[in-house]
C-alpha cells in the first residue's frame, strides 16, 4: 500500500512539473549602432520565417515585429516552442542590416542586433582642363564613362556611414589614362561634398 501511494505521489509530482515546465521561446538583446555601439531606440525588429520557394530561391515569411525601446533594448516572446526555425533582424530605411540571428528553442539572450548608419557623398565631377571632345572620366560610382570637354555635372551616391569609403577615377586625355584613387570617412546620416576636378 505504501508502494503505491508512492508511486501515485511520483506521478502527481512529475505531472505538476511538467505543467509548470517553461516551454516558451524568447530572444532578448539590444539594437545597436555598428562602430559606436549606441543604443538605437525606436528600430523594427523583423522576426520571420525563410523558406525555399523555388531552386534554390528563399522567401521570407513575417511572424511578428516589434520595437526597440527608449535605451535600444528589445524583447521577444512566443508561448510555444513550436517546430519553425525562426530569424531575427533590426530593419530601418536609414540603416544597413549588419546581424541576423536564428531564434533556437528556449531563451535566446544577448543578442544584439547591429544596423550600420548609411551616409550619402555628393560628387561634383568637372573637366577643369579639357584638351578635345574625347576626354573621358569613368568612376566607380557611375555605369557609363563621361565623354567630353565641358562636362560639370553633381551625382548624389549612397555611402556607410561611420567608416572609410572609397573613391577611384580614370581619366584619358589625349589617349592617356591616369588613375586616381582616394578614402573619406562619413559620419553617419551625413552627406559630404567631393570634387573631382580633371
Known sequence: MKKLIFLLLS????????CNKDNSTSIEGRVLEEDTNMPLPNKMVYIYRTESVFLGSYSEYSVD???SDS???????TPDKGTDVLDIKAIDPLYFTKITYSINTGKNKGKDLILQPKAWIRYHVKNTKPFDDSDRIKTGFLDSPLYGQDINDSFMVQGGGNKKNFVYWFVTKNN????????????GLDTLDYNINY
Open 71 to 77: 535605451n535600444g533594448n528589445y524583447k521577444w516572446m
Open 65 to 67: 515585429t516589434i520595437f
Open 11 to 18: 506521478i502527481l509530482s512529475f505531472a505538476i512539473t511538467s
Open 176 to 187: 592617356i589614362q591616369k588613375e586616381f584613387r582616394d578614402s573619406v570617412f562619413i559620419k
